[in-house]
């Protein structure tokens, strides 16, 4: 049976100090909310990391880097490798947000670059794909899944037992209130199990955690992680403030024994 992850992406926010206060009131929380059941997860930008990482060090809340560089390492100034985020001993790395996709113009193949860096080092990607709104509209949601699954899951082959966490994320929905119906989000995911089913095998398809991500707050969240294909949530916005990001996670442990 798969557990539920909760998957906190900060994006561009909060500084040091509001890091390192978040982080220790979440310590606080943690040993209550975190089971085998319930993973918790926060990404903060990339120098406080460490910080987070020192307050949370006996506690069950892992890190997550929000995105890595395909380069080995060198003349890249502004990038970050695959082998220094091993180095801080990161359980996961966010690869392929629409952020990205959208204002920095990553591709399939860079994302396939990437989530092969992340995967050398022993970092699980949180793999992130979904289609825009005018796809959805023109009914190409399926093929948008298929060729970010295929692109970007390219010579990694899963069935060696390789971790990785997908996370649907339909692009019309991140950061603009506009959720997903759970039908909606159940549909889309129900296919990507599928198509790893058909890619892979049935075993691969079943271990794989698929979370969705789109405007997930407190009050959507029950339904969202009631559906039987959605494992859990990659929420921006609504995990920057402790009081809500709890009650999600509690929200998540209450799902989890009902499933
Ligand atoms: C995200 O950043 O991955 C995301 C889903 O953002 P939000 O929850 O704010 O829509």
Not at 148 to 167: C, F, H, P, R, W
Request: with cysteine; charged share 25%.
């Amino acid at each position: 049976m798969r557990h539920l992850l909760i998957a906190g992406n900060w994006k561009m926010n909060k500084d040091v100090y509001e890091t390192q206060h978040f982080a220790k009131a979440l310590k606080d929380y943690a040993d209550k909310y975190a089971t085998p059941k319930v993973e918790i997860v926060i990404a903060p930008v990339y120098p406080f990391l460490s910080s987070a990482q020192q307050i949370l060090k006996d506690s069950p809340v892992r890190l997550a880097a929000q995105d890595v560089s395909a380069h080995e390492d060198g003349a890249f100034t502004g990038e970050v490798s695959a082998t220094m985020l091993a180095s801080l001993h990161l359980p996961y790395c966010i690869v392929g947000h629409s952020e990205r996709r959208q204002y920095h113009q990553e591709t399939d193949d860079l994302v396939n670059a990437k989530l092969i860096k992340l995967l050398k080092v022993g970092i699980n990607p949180i793999f992130c794909l979904g289609e825009r709104l005018e796809q959805r509209e023109a009914n190409e949601t399926y093929q948008v899944l298929d060729t970010q699954l295929k692109g970007g899951l390219e010579d990694i082959n899963l069935v060696t037992g390789v971790e990785i966490v997908i996370a649907y994320e339909p692009v019309w929905a991140i950061g603009t209130g506009k959720v997903a119906t759970p039908q909606q989000a159940q549909e889309a995911q129900a296919y990507i199990r599928n198509w790893l089913e058909q890619n892979y095998s049935t075993k691969v398809a079943e271990r794989l955690l698929i979370l969705y991500g789109g405007s997930v707050k407190p009050d959507n969240i029950t339904e969202l992680l009631s559906q039987p294909d959605i494992d859990g949530a990659l929420i921006g916005g609504a995990s920057l403030k402790i009081e809500h990001y709890t009650a999600m996670l509690e929200t998540a442990g209450q799902v989890r024994k009902d499933k």
